[in-house]
């Protein structure tokens, strides 16, 4: 079985972080050959390059530069896949002539959030009108997202996130961590923290709102925001020097596992108004190393979030009801615990890289299996 896979970066993100641990997940099974194509030579998850794979890149000068078209086409005419998994709006349209001419299946990966804006002027809901019908399958992170673009059920498939949760067994002394937030180790303090992209598809208005009313109200508690973005400065400069120790933005960073594991509850939000989620990596985080999460109500995140299960569901843009909700977990150690357990429990069920490996093996081979059939 011969996979390309193709996406437009490896930089930091969910679909990113996917990838590349389907394809660590894949390495070790001895029926798959793979190889990947990316558009953009930045890569954060280094992980790729000890795959021992074949990296292609395929660089546009510009963003209406057509002859990624043939340059993909010699790519798949040289290995010659059985199948080309893209996994982003921009790689389908490129994948679907290459594979409608070379008779390659179309694996379209496109599928990971539930777009808000449901008509031809959101581009990826347009990509998708446009390359499902050249699509053998169609994969979503959310059956959420499937719903939302309106992709053809007979051929379409939700695979959850996959979690390596080995990823979570060295981590980083928490007293070491806290020393290097906070300047000091222990201390009675509450960690309330955001592991997310400082872009406009994140809600960190609500949140700062609702953050400066609580470390202005309760001395014990302490916000934690982890990323980088095109909004990261602009976000930061909304909170007065006077309180950059008690909300605390420590950028892009590489021990994300050791810090959120020193958080008391793990927050998601989002901007309802130009974004749907899918799976979120980051919920996905929180619930491994045990946290109870906090998260904007809609899209994926309902399927991973059992609203006072394992966590609370809140409206969008609502810091009112963010306040009081983390003032409940706050005061309730016993509700915390039990959430904790609840979302360590469906993390390792539900989200285990060995289940999302399998599932796309599986249905690798039933692509195949219809091909000869």
Not at 27 to 44: Q, S, T
Not at 59 to 83: A, G, M, N
Request: proline share 2%; hydrophobic share 40%; charged share 25%.
């Amino acid at each position: 079985m011969r996979i390309l896979f193709f996406i437009d970066s490896l930089c930091a993100g969910g679909k990113e972080r996917r990838l590349t641990e389907l394809m660590k997940g894949l390495r070790l099974n001895p029926e798959v050959n793979f190889e990947i194509v990316l558009m953009d030579k930045r890569v954060h998850y280094h992980q790729v390059f000890s795959l021992n794979i074949r990296i292609h890149y395929l660089l546009r000068k510009t963003k209406k530069d057509l002859s990624v078209f043939p340059k993909f086409y010699k790519i798949c005419k040289d290995y010659r896949p059985d199948i080309v998994h893209c996994w982003d709006s921009m790689t389908a349209v490129i994948s679907a002539p290459t594979c409608r001419l070379l008779n390659i299946k179309l694996v379209n990966g496109l599928v990971v959030d539930t777009p808000v804006k449901q008509n031809i002027f959101n581009k990826h809901w347009l990509r998708a009108k446009l390359t499902f019908p050249f699509s053998n399958k169609i994969i979503g992170n959310s059956r959420a997202g499937l719903v939302a673009y309106k992709a053809p059920f007979k051929k379409s498939s939700c695979i959850y996130n996959g979690m390596d949760f080995h990823r979570f067994e060295k981590l980083k002394e928490r007293e070491i961590i806290e020393k290097d937030i906070f300047g000091k180790s222990g201390g009675n303090i509450f960690v309330a923290g955001m592991v997310a992209g400082f872009e406009n598809r994140k809600d960190y208005e609500t949140l700062i709102t609702a953050a400066l009313s609580l470390i202005t109200s309760d001395d014990l508690i302490r916000f934690v925001l982890v990323g980088d973005g095109n909004n990261f400065n602009e976000i930061k400069k909304s909170v007065s020097e006077k309180y950059t120790d008690k909300i605390i933005f420590l950028g892009k960073r590489n021990d994300v596992e050791s810090i959120v594991n020193i958080f008391d509850i793990g927050i998601l939000l989002t901007n309802s108004k130009v974004h749907g989620e899918g799976i979120s990596n980051s919920i996905i985080e929180y619930m491994a190393l045990g946290k109870p999460v906090i998260a904007t109500r809609g899209g994926g995140t309902n399927e991973v979030i059992s609203d006072g299960e394992n966590g609370f569901l809140i409206n969008p843009h609502d810091s009112y009801q963010l306040v009081q909700t983390i003032q409940k977990i706050m005061s309730d150690t016993n509700l915390r615990q039990q959430f904790g357990a609840k979302s360590y429990e469906m993390a390792h069920n539900r989200f285990d890289l060995k289940i999302m490996t399998e599932s796309y093996f599986q249905m690798y081979q039933q692509l195949l299996q219809e091909n000869k059939n």
